[in-house]
């Protein structure tokens, strides 16, 4: 079936630096990508949804300067979270689409979570 | 706007007992509506989704659903929970199979020997 590589699995890192996140879609195209935030004993909060080759869609009160989303091919998409700080960190997981067909996997495909844990 | 509701934060039940998660949503049309299941520290899995016809939806893992529209429901039930099903459950609500989903709060599954 559809997967989604999501790496780094989880990550540190100090205070001020930045870090990437990437999604791939291994053997379908992503035209859609939903990036969601999820805090510790809370729900999923959608940050963004980008498709591929435009500009990403935020979602209110998501600092677009602050997460860059870039999706420039089909089958991956990234999330690079800048200067990043304590409150930063979080469980951030991203899934993909496939337009017009809701019979794979509810039509998303999850990839499998970054934990970042900024110090 | 789109909404979920899932009234019950933590829930916990025997093993063999029957479990149901309650899920309310809100929408202005007709939802597509998913159940997932999320093991700690990890990605979520699709037990179960609802897009057209048949209310009572069958998933994996043993875990059925029913939509009712005239109770803005989806809840989600097992006649007997294993051990094993212990994880954190979320509802959540689309307008297509493919847009964006909006998230309930999540219900934490425990289950006691």
């Known amino acids: 079936g559809a997967v989604v590589s999501q790496h780094p699995s989880w990550v540190i890192c100090k205070s001020g630096t930045s870090v990437k996140i990437e999604c791939r879609s291994l053997d379908f195209q992503a035209t859609t990508m939903f990036w969601y935030r999820q805090f510790p004993k809370q729900s999923l909060m959608l940050m963004a949804t980008s498709n591929e080759g435009s500009k990403a869609t935020y979602e209110q009160g998501v600092e677009k300067d602050k997460f860059l989303i870039n999706h420039a091919s089909l089958t991956l998409s990234t999330l690079t979270v800048t200067s990043a700080h304590p409150e930063d960190s979080s469980f951030y997981i991203c899934?993909?689409?496939?337009?017009?067909?809701?019979?794979?996997?509810?039509?998303?495909?999850f990839g499998s979570g970054t934990r970042l844990t900024v110090v | 706007a789109q909404s979920v509701t899932q009234p019950d934060i933590h829930i916990t039940v025997s093993e063999g007992a029957s479990l149901e998660l309650r899920c309310n949503y809100s929408?202005?049309?007709?939802?597509?509506l998913f159940w997932y299941v999320q093991s700690p520290g990890q990605g979520l899995q699709l037990l179960l989704k609802?897009?057209?016809?048949?209310?009572l939806v069958q998933g994996i893992k043993g875990f059925e659903a029913e939509f009712k529209r005239s109770q803005s429901s989806f809840n989600l039930r097992k006649p007997s929970v294993h051990w094993s099903d212990a994880a954190e459950y979320f509802c959540a609500v689309g307008g297509t199979s493919y847009g964006k989903l909006t998230f309930g709060q999540g219900t934490i599954l425990t289950v006691h020997p």
């Open positions: 899934t993909t689409s496939a337009r017009g067909d809701g019979s794979r996997s509810g039509g998303y495909t």
């Open positions: 929408y202005g049309a007709t939802p597509y």
């Open positions: 609802y897009f057209s016809g048949d209310t």
